[in-house]
């Protein structure tokens, strides 16, 4: 009986087709759209700047600064000032008077972190050209010594070898995107869940099943295998979109640092706290209508709260203890830890435990309301 009610339900939820490619096509376009518009943010090489240089100091040095800056990529030197970003001045005196500093003036709305990758990018430049203002003037007294620094390669990325918990490979736009999009689309499966339930109680296939004998207890075990098996699907489909198809638009590919099992870990404690919300607010709801309204309204609200909408270390701290309070939050975490920070499956273990035990809760709740509706025969 009871593998016959699990097919029963795969062969309801595979019929609504439409709501199926909406768990899975959204999702995916979400983490390309995402992927790609975040994509400099997490790489200071492709950022450019449009700057215009005044050089009033006109010496050896300052030209060779200049020339420099021509050449690198992170720099466009403009013609006018209004077309500039950062409006530099070279002051008289600066090669020769060490109490000269170059003026920037910045003329557009830039956000912090930009105006810090322009600073660092352009001070390995002008510590190259006053190096080889050094070199030059060593050259007159000992040639051997000038020859043996000229050689010397003056370069910020040769300064560090670095690592990102113990991985040569830093995180990237790919990995902060599809850990949101995968949280944020399991939670939709309420689309099709609340459709079939309310349709069922409808048609009183629920109180005949209940009249059968069977318990709430299995027809809601039964209802809930066939969307624990979309959402580990969904899970893998997302990451194999970050991995394959996000590198077509010129985007880093989705690298993932940490232990599969921990991934499989985060996935189950999801789709259980997923389906336990969907299930209570399905049996709540009148109309599948109201329930794909309530559905859709509390997953962009627990979104927006546990930091898919908007990451949660940009959050004043007030916000940041409020998002604690989103399941989204505690499965959002255990995968950045997972592809950001290489976790294994003891290391999200704690996410995990809240994420099943809420579902759980929600689960028995939502039971206790039907056996309620049943027996009034709503």
């Known amino acids: ?104 003036h910045i003329q557009d709305s830039l956000q912090d972190n930009e105006i810090k990758a322009f600073e660092a990018i352009f001070s390995e430049y002008i510590y190259k050209a006053k190096f080889q203002a050094i070199t030059d003037g060593i050259k007159l007294f000992s040639p051997e010594t000038a020859d043996k620094l000229s050689k010397f390669e003056f370069s910020t990325d040769n300064l560090y070898d670095v690592e990102y918990n113990h991985s040569k490979l830093l995180p990237n736009s790919t990995q902060q995107s599809v850990p949101a999009w995968i949280v944020f689309g399991m939670f939709f499966i309420i689309i099709p869940m609340s459709t079939i339930y309310i349709n069922e109680r409808k048609q009183n296939t629920l109180t005949r099943l209940n009249s059968m004998n069977i318990s709430l207890l299995s027809l809601t075990f039964a209802k809930s295998v066939p969307y624990f098996l979309i959402n580990q699907v969904q899970v893998w489909i997302m990451i194999a979109v970050g991995i394959y198809l996000v590198p077509f638009f010129d985007t880093p590919a989705l690298e993932i640092n940490g232990s599969i099992f921990a991934i499989l870990e985060v996935a189950f404690g999801l789709s259980i706290s997923a389906i336990g919300i969907s299930t209570l607010i399905a049996v709540s709801a009148n109309s599948s209508e109201q329930a794909t309204t309530i559905g859709g309204i509390s997953n962009i609200l627990l979104g927006a709260v546990g930091g898919v909408m908007v990451p949660k270390f940009i959050m004043p701290e007030s916000m940041q203890h409020m998002a604690e309070l989103s399941p989204m939050s505690w499965g959002l975490d255990g995968f950045l830890d997972i592809f950001l920070t290489s976790a294994d499956g003891s290391d999200v273990l704690q996410n995990c435990i809240k994420l099943t035990t809420f579902g759980l809760l929600c689960l028995g709740l939502s039971m206790i309301i039907l056996h309620v509706r049943i027996k009034k025969g709503l």
């Open 1 to 104: 009986m009871f593998s016959a009610m699990i097919k029963k339900e795969l062969l309801l939820v595979f019929r609504d087709k439409q709501a199926l490619m909406a768990l899975f096509v959204m999702p995916a376009i979400f983490i390309l759209i995402m992927s790609v518009a975040m994509r400099d943010q997490f790489s200071v090489k492709n950022i450019a700047f449009t700057l215009f240089v005044s050089d009033v100091d006109k010496t050896q040095m300052s030209t060779t600064l200049l020339s420099s800056l021509e050449k690198e990529k992170s720099f466009q030197i403009v013609s006018t000032k209004k077309q500039a970003q950062f409006f530099v001045t070279i002051p008289n005196g600066y090669e020769t008077n060490s109490s000269k500093h170059i003026v920037l």
